[in-house]
């Protein structure tokens, strides 16, 4: 009897020595977790850390060269040439203006004829691209698949290949120096077709169409005033890159235009590169700036929409 | 098709009306100019006043010349050496970094940010921004040799321009710095298309950040790495604007590309327009070689029916930026 007590006593004990290590197990197994959680944290944290470090200094990357180019416009070519590298402005800024335009860059020029050729080419390209890519979407005809294929083919064939011939044709009918030969090939955009083609094709109702239609709107109408303000957010992401592309041309304006009086804003820059600004530091800045400064400005307010744009699919143009 | 097919056939002739105007510009501005660069690179046509044009006996003679030539051998080697150095950095960088902005458990703040800054050397002149390299560098006045001075890292100002592979790795990393938020923000827009149940089943599974990167993300944006590949490369072997105006070429050819090579044939006073129409026609077809790959992508993607734009850049093709 008092052995069998004994024995469940040991028993119990044994038990409850068992749960007491399984509970002190399971303690020192939460604990161990918040450590680990601890040290998991403290891990993303420094993780985190790092990735924002290298983020900001690629930011700074993007800045610093625009930065020093902005203050350097500012200060003297004594200046420069003793310290070339400042992070804060001088008031030199009317004097390197004066040096600039009084040799051969001239900043009105080239921004007009810039804002000639990039509005006009913009124009024309969303609109006629946007008629393109309608016709493709809204109505079966014989070659549309044909046509769908010579798109993409000739999409990514660049300015650069063809200018030989486009330059001795325009040439032969005394064209060159005429702003209407850097606009007028903007009606043909495969790249923007192909982009609008793809935003049409899934948005367009055709119920809306013959509504229309039974309304006795013409076809012509009906795109002017019923297609096209639906295709306001494509038409709005190509017309910025369709203005900045054309605003950045430097190869085909370069061939075209042999009169300073055409010259476009990158014509103007490629300026600087000449001989007569090799020692005016303060003046090459202050041109680099005036073609910069607009661009940025224009960026940083349209920002979102742009960032926006290139992530819709990327189609730059 | 989807579209009821009652009605179209009346209305097909718009179809034609409508993609005129357009077919009447690609006719006179992008294919007549074609047809006739290609003509030219077998005739004689050269000199300030061209005269008259005839094909020469030997209709191949300036695709021999040009092929043959150092210059241009020299510059096509260029051509895709300061491409390659440009493209394997910004693909991983833009990979980095889209990983980070992407990862669903750290959602990173200030991710806005960072990629309008990071992009924004991509909308700024290329033909600016070759300049103000040109004047970060020069010799022996220019604020990346004060700094070296300063800091002590250099006794004097040093000429950076000057050596070949020097050159050559500006003209390379001004590429890169342009272009690789821009090949970010497609990548990060590929990912984000991702359906998102299979990142969260992968989580479920306690994958790894390094698993899911590479056995999740990295196969499903293959076709977008493919297309970001090829439109890369071809705006690549167009490069014009950095390298024309970042050291004209030079030092001795070092950073001239093909474009460069093709732009002095013509129209920096030595006025060889049929060997420069040559070149460009040797430049046409490795183009259209690579844009056949792209063609093919494309149609895949098309005949899926989920067709959503990927990246086509025509910057590339206007500016001779994208590389």
Redesign the interface.
């Known amino acids: 009897m008092a052995d069998e007590v004994k024995e469940q006593s040991n028993a119990d004990v044994s038990e409850q020595n068992t749960e007491k290590t399984e509970l002190a197990e399971g303690k020192k197994a939460i604990r161990v977790n918040v450590v680990a959680d601890k040290n998991a944290g403290a891990k ?1 944290f420094i ?2 850390f790092g ?2 470090t290298v ?1 900001i200094l ?2 700074l ?3 610093f ?2 930065w ?2 902005i203050v ?1 416009s500012t200060r003297s070519t004594v200046q ?2 003793e ?3 400042s992070l804060i402005p001088s008031t030199y800024v009317i004097q390197n203006f004066q040096i600039l335009t009084g040799k051969s860059f001239n900043p009105a020029v080239g921004l007009l004829n810039s804002l000639i050729i990039s509005t006009g080419s913009t124009l024309l390209t969303v609109y ?2 946007s ?2 890519a ?3 979407v ?7 698949n044909a ?1 769908f ?1 010579f798109i ?18 325009v040439y032969a009918v005394g064209m060159t120096n005429k702003l209407s030969m850097l606009i ?2 903007a ?9 609008m083609r ?2 049409l ?1 899934p948005t367009l109702s ?1 119920e809306i169409v ?1 509504a229309a ?1 039974i309304d006795g709107a013409g ?1 012509f109408r009906i ?1 002017n005033t019923i297609v096209l303000p639906m295709m306001k957010p494509a038409i709005a992401t190509q017309a910025i ?1 369709c203005f ?9 304006p ?2 075209l235009l042999t009169d300073s009086k055409k010259y476009t ?3 103007m ?2 300026l ?2 000449g001989d007569i600004y090799k020692t005016e ?1 303060g003046s ?2 202050m041109g ?1 700036t005036l ?2 400064l607009p ?2 400005i224009i ?2 307010i349209l ?1 979102k929409y ?2 926006a744009g ?8 | 098709m989807r579209k009821k097919k009652t009605g179209m056939v009346k209305y097909g002739k718009y179809g034609y009306i409508f993609s005129l105007p357009f077919a009447i510009a690609f006719l006179v501005f992008q294919l007549y100019p074609i047809l006739f660069t290609a003509f030219i690179g077998f005739t004689d046509l050269k000199g300030v006043v061209p005269g008259e044009i005839h094909v020469l006996e030997n209709p191949f003679e300036n695709f021999q010349q040009v092929l043959t030539n150092p210059v241009f051998q020299g510059a096509l080697g260029n051509t895709f050496l300061i491409w390659l150095c440009n493209f394997i950095p910004q693909l991983s960088l833009a990979l980095l970094l889209t990983a980070w902005f992407t990862d669903r458990r750290w959602k990173l703040k200030g991710q806005g940010i960072y990629k309008v800054l990071i992009y924004m050397p991509n909308i700024i002149t290329a033909a600016t921004i070759a300049i103000l390299f040109k004047s970060l560098f020069d010799y022996p006045v220019s604020p990346v040799n004060d700094i070296l001075v300063k800091v002590g890292i250099l006794k004097e100002a040093h000429n950076f321009l000057i050596g070949k592979g020097m050159a050559r790795g500006l003209v390379a990393f001004i590429q890169f710095w342009m272009w690789y938020g821009y090949t970010m923000l497609i990548l990060i827009s590929g990912v984000l298309g991702i359906n998102p149940e299979i990142f969260e089943a992968a989580e479920v599974d306690g994958a790894s950040r390094w698993q899911v990167f590479w056995q999740i993300t990295i196969p499903n944006i293959k076709t977008i790495l493919l297309f970001t590949l090829v439109t890369s490369l071809i705006g690549g072997l167009n490069m014009f604007d950095i390298p024309k105006l970042f050291l004209l070429g030079g030092p001795d050819n070092a950073t001239l590309t093909t474009s460069v090579f093709i732009y002095n044939q013509a129209f920096s006073g030595s006025y060889l327009y049929n060997r420069a129409a040559a070149a460009s026609m040797i430049m046409f077809f490795i183009i259209m070689f690579f844009s056949s790959i792209l063609f093919l992508l494309l149609r895949e993607k098309d005949t899926d029916g989920k067709a959503k734009y990927t990246g086509v850049s025509k910057k590339s093709e206007k500016k001779g930026g994208e590389a």
């Open positions: 993303n993780v985190k990735i924002h983020c690629l930011a990357l993007s800045i060269p625009f020093i180019m350097n420069i040439q310290h070339a590298l006629f691209s008629l393109t309608y016709a493709m809204a109505y079966d005809w014989k070659l549309k046509f294929k993409i083919g000739v999409m990514m064939i660049p300015a650069q290949v063809t200018m030989i011939g486009f330059y001795q044709a007028l090939p009606i043909a955009a495969p790249a923007t077709v192909f982009f793809q935003y094709y055709m013959q239609r076809e795109f890159f900045v592309n054309s605003w950045n041309n430097l190869f085909t370069l061939v804003m990158p014509i820059v490629s600087l590169r530091y090459v800045y680099l073609t910069v661009l940025i960026y940083l920002s742009i960032i290139v992530a819709l699919g990327g189609v730059k143009s």
